[in-house]
T-cell receptor, first 113, second 116 residues
């Protein structure tokens, strides 16, 4: 079974630019999550999709972040415009079982300069 | 508010020595508890989880963890550390609602170094 795939693995952009991160969950997983780890801080929850619907987006930091999951398959997370404090590692995870634990991707390291 | 504390930011142990990584949580109900490991350049891998039942949980790679409700702890242990265990370890508490698994709250992580 293929794992959770994220790309790009690294992205360096200038402040004010737009970046789109993509996550391909494990096939058949209805639940998809986005997390972020800013340098030196905890990994923090951003949002949770169940199929194509946003179940919980309480962790999204502000309206510069937009997540979509069209058709309930892959998801994108767009940051527009990017700010310096958006730098960090963005993780995606998926799960199918209610209490099975997640499978995480390798993350996208975003650097805003 | 729910929180997870990993008091040790960095631990160094000798190869073959035993290991215990500490984790304390603050949560109003019975928590769902997890330990994840992140090796360099890799994603987060689930080591083990506790939902209910036996408070001593066995995981992959020879790890185990014990849930102690009275101490609000879920410490991770391994009797003999291997050099390949060098990584960052994260404790997390999870929520479950509406028939699906909700978000995790993570500790700040403990970086493990292994001396030869």
């Amino acid at each position: 079974e293929a794992g959770v795939t994220q790309f790009p693995s690294h992205s360096v952009i200038e402040k004010g630019q737009t970046v789109t991160l993509r996550c391909d969950p494990i096939s058949g997983h209805d639940n998809l999550y986005w997390y972020r780890r800013v340098m030196g801080k905890e990994i923090k929850f951003l949002l949770h999709f169940v199929k194509e619907s946003k179940q919980d987006e309480s962790g999204m930091p502000n309206n510069r972040f937009l997540a979509e999951r069209t058709g309930g398959t892959y998801s994108t997370l767009k940051v527009q415009p990017a700010e310096l404090e958006d730098s960090g590692v963005y993780f995606c995870a998926s799960s199918q079982e209610a209490l099975g634990g997640y499978t995480f991707g390798s993350g996208t390291r975003l650097t805003v300069v | 508010a729910q929180s997870v504390t990993q008091p040790d930011i960095h631990i160094t142990v000798s190869e073959g020595a035993s290991l215990e990584l500490r984790c304390n949580y603050s949560y109003g109900a019975t928590p769902y508890l997890f330990w994840y490991v992140q090796s360099p350049g890799q994603g987060l891998q689930l080591l083990l989880k506790y939902f209910s039942g036996d408070t001593l949980v066995q995981g992959i790679k020879g790890f185990e963890a014990e849930f102690k409700r009275s101490q609000s702890s879920f410490n991770l242990r391994k009797p003999s550390v291997h050099w390949s265990d060098a990584a960052e370890y994260f404790c997390a508490v999870g929520f479950y609602y509406g028939g699906s698994q909700g978000n995790l709250i993570f500790g700040k992580g403990t970086k493990l170094s292994v001396k030869p």
